[in-house]
Every structure is written in structure tokens, then in C-alpha cells.
């Protein structure tokens, strides 16, 4: 039997007791309200059920405050988000040092429930037909408690790995933030792999999407002038032309050179318009002409591609088009990145010692080899992989719904994942 199908073997039977309390901790840090809306973010109030369990098992976590971050003079550092109380938690086993060193990364930052229609509320954590219910189930604290299992399941069995192996939980991912994990690399450790369980399906991911979120305002209307004889001018019709614009680079980018990580996609490189916004359609707000609009665009980035020479362009045809346009020409619209600098993609080589080392582990406990892909979302990865010279790939559950309602993950895949993880880091870090 090879080491990996041995491993595989151990990693499922030392899971499988921690069932019932990856479950009970999955759900508790469901129904704990971990929503970031920048600039701030209640992450803290997850970190502490985190920490509570993991004390439970003899595990003492260090729980740190990011604020450090704001000052660290990173170019990653958002500027427009206030760090103060909100802190990061690492959980650590020491190896034997005599084995390669591994780091779980999670986030416990949720986006906000929406006002989408819920069928339960967001924080119920209910199950249903072997589904966990609420936000942040998939997106990702089913990913969260996947992961710190496993070093609870290697305390529970007395096992000490040959490396060092690592679990964070950080906050402010969401809405572009990198922050957390920011300030968990500066902090430490700065390890010889990494894996994150973002949703992935129980595939792995070997690369990311980058990403910018881009708002394009244009005002036109004057209030005084309703109701008197004079135009007024909307810019809502206006908007409706950049649309145009928007769907040409919808067309442009279906054709961008995919690569390799890539090359299976239907759009490689999408470009969505997330909100078309100029008025509202309710008796709160009374009859006229809005006097602004907007859209906010959302490009996405393969890994290879140079992201701010990519936007140059974007900017440079966004320019032309207002310089050709009656209404634009006149007033100009606004160019407002969500958060700048923008999100880069990353991508990790199937042929690296820790993607194959993954992929065999993964094939170990799953009895079948996983499809080798990558993900259709940007994330912190490329900061890990990119800034820090780590290498990186994503495995994680399989659920639905993130960032919309009744968002939920399978519970099984949960137990997939801790097991695939725990399989991973003996292979890994030796055992
Ligand atoms: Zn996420």
C-alpha cells in the first residue's frame, strides 16, 4: 500500500468520531453574526466560538488584533477599512521538524444576508435532507471547522507530524479585503504550503481569478429645474448607451488568451454588470427624473494576465466612448474603483511537489481522483501564493448559494474536506 492510500485510510478514521462536533461547530459559527460591511467587520464573535471548541480539545489558539495592518505601509492595505477589534485567529501543532511545514487558511468574514427572500432566517443553521442552512455555511465556515478538525483529530489520537502544521481563521476577505490574511502573513507563519477551503466541490483548484469592481456614475439632472418648463436632462437613458459599451468588452473578453488553468471555461474572463442604479422603483421616493445613475462593473482576471495593463485599456476605451457620446461628452461620468489595487489571479503548476501531493491525498479519501480545475472567483490566494511565495491551492465542500439567500452546504462534503485535509497534511508534513 502506498503512503497516500495509508494515510487516506487513517485520515477518515480518526475523522469520523469528530462527526458530531465538526457539525455542532459548523453550526454554531452559523448562527454567530460574522458579517463585514466595510470599513468594519464582526468577525471577532465567530473567532471566539472558534476558540472555545478548540480549548475543548486542549488546542490554545492565539487570537491577535489586525489593526497592525493599517500601518504596515503593504500595498495591499485597504485604506477605507478600520481593522480595530477585529481579530485573526492561529492554531498550530508543532512538528517533529523533521517535515515540510503546512498552513490551513480560512476567513470567517460573511457578505450581509441581502434582501433577498430567506426561507429560514440567515442565522438558523437549520438542517435539511443533509444540508446546512444560513449565511457564511458554505462561504466559508464550513471550510473553517473542516480544517481546524483536523488538528483536533490529530490531538485526539496523539499524533505528531513531521512538520509543522498550521490553522487560521482571518477576517476581512469579503468585498476585497485581503486584509486579515494581510496581516497573517506579517504576523506568521509563513509555512511551505498552503491549501484554503473555499467552496470548490471537492475538486481542486490549482488557480484564481483576479478581479475589480469598477462604479461608472454620471450625473445630469438639476433638481430645481422639475416641474418648470425647462428639460430636464436624465442620465439614466445615457446609461442605458454604456451598457453598450460594457456588453463590447463582454464580447472582447470572451476571447482573451485563456491559458492553460482556464482553458475549459465557456467565458475565461468575464466581465458582469452587478448594478444598474437610478432610481428607485417604490412610493419612498416620490416621481421626477433621478438626477444620477450609475453601473457597477465587475472584470474578472486569468492568472497570467497583467491586470493593470488589462484595466489601462478598459480605461482608455471607456475615455473614447464618453469623448463619442452626445450626453457623456457634456458631463462626464464618474470612474470609481470599488478597491484599488485590484484583486490578481494566481496559479500553482499540476507538476508541483504539493498539487500532486494534494491530488493523491484527495484521491486517497475520496476513492476517485478529483478533476483538477480552477476557481470562478477571485480570493485571497494570490496574496498567499503571489506576495508571499507560498504555494497555494483551493479544495473545499460543496454547497450553493453564497452571497444569495438559502445559502447552504452538504454535510457530508464538510466531512470530506476535514478528512481530504487531514490525509494532505500527514502525507505532507509526514506522520
Ligand atoms: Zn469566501
Not at 429560514?120 to 446546512?132: F, K, M, N, Q
Request: with cysteine; charged share 25%; net charge negative.
Amino acid at each position: 500500500m502506498n503512503s497516500s492510500i495509508f494515510h487516506a485510510r487513517k485520515a477518515k478514521d480518526f475523522i469520523a468520531p469528530l462527526e458530531a462536533d465538526i457539525v455542532r461547530l459548523l453550526s454554531e459559527l452559523v448562527r454567530t453574526d460574522t458579517v463585514a460591511a466595510p470599513p468594519n467587520g464582526n468577525e471577532t464573535a465567530g473567532q471566539n466560538v472558534l476558540a472555545e471548541f478548540l480549548r475543548s480539545y486542549g488546542i490554545v489558539p492565539d487570537v491577535y488584533e489586525t489593526a497592525f495592518v493599517s500601518s504596515s505601509g503593504h500595498p495591499y492595505v485597504r485604506p477605507d477599512r478600520d481593522y480595530r477589534g477585529r481579530k485573526n485567529l492561529l492554531a498550530a501543532t508543532r512538528g517533529s521538524g523533521r517535515g515540510r511545514s503546512l498552513l490551513f487558511n480560512g476567513h470567517m468574514d460573511t457578505v450581509p444576508p441581502g434582501h433577498g427572500a430567506w426561507t429560514d432566517s440567515p442565522w438558523s443553521g437549520v438542517v435539511r435532507d443533509g444540508r446546512l442552512f444560513g449565511r457564511g455555511s458554505i462561504d466559508m465556515k464550513a471550510g473553517l471547522a473542516a480544517q481546524f478538525s483536523v488538528l483536533c483529530a490529530l490531538r485526539k489520537q496523539g499524533i505528531r507530524l513531521g512538520g509543522d502544521l498550521y490553522a487560521e481563521s482571518v477576517v476581512d476577505e469579503e468585498w476585497a479585503g485581503g486584509g486579515g490574511t494581510l496581516a497573517a502573513r506579517l504576523h506568521g507563519p509563513r509555512p511551505d504550503a498552503c491549501a484554503i477551503p473555499e467552496i470548490t466541490n471537492r475538486e481542486v483548484a490549482l488557480a484564481t481569478r483576479g478581479g475589480a469592481m469598477i462604479d461608472l456614475v454620471a450625473e445630469g439632472g438639476d433638481a430645481k429645474r422639475y416641474f418648470s418648463n425647462e428639460e430636464v436632462v436624465s442620465p439614466a437613458i445615457a446609461v442605458g448607451r454604456l451598457l453598450g459599451w460594457v456588453d463590447s468588452w463582454v464580447e472582447r473578453r470572451r476571447h482573451a488568451d485563456r491559458g492553460e488553468a482556464y482553458r475549459d471555461f465557456q467565458d475565461p474572463a468575464p466581465v458582469q454588470v452587478l448594478v444598474i442604479e437610478a432610481h428607485r422603483m417604490d412610493y419612498s421616493e416620490p416621481a421626477h427624473v433621478p438626477l444620477t445613475a450609475g453601473v457597477r462593473v465587475y472584470f474578472q482576471f486569468l492568472p497570467h494576465e497583467d491586470v493593470p495593463a488589462v484595466l489601462a485599456e478598459v480605461r482608455a476605451s471607456f475615455d473614447d466612448f464618453c469623448g463619442r457620446d452626445p450626453f457623456f461628452r457634456e458631463h462626464r461620468p464618474l470612474w470609481r474603483p470599488l478597491f484599488n489595487p485590484p484583486l490578481l489571479g494566481h496559479e500553482l503548476a499540476p507538476e508541483h511537489p504539493w498539487s500532486q501531493c494534494f491530488v493523491n491525498s484527495a484521491a486517497g479519501v475520496l476513492g476517485d481522483r478529483p478533476k483538477v480545475t480552477a476557481t470562478p472567483y477571485p480570493c485571497d490566494a494570490f496574496l498567499i501564493h503571489r506576495e508571499f511565495g507560498i504555494p497555494t491551492l483551493l479544495f473545499g465542500p460543496s454547497g450553493a448559494g453564497a452571497h444569495n439567500p438559502d445559502e447552504y452546504v452538504e454535510i457530508a462534503s464538510v466531512l470530506d474536506t476535514a478528512a481530504v485535509y487531514l490525509a494532505a497534511a500527514m502525507e505532507w508534513c509526514g506522520a
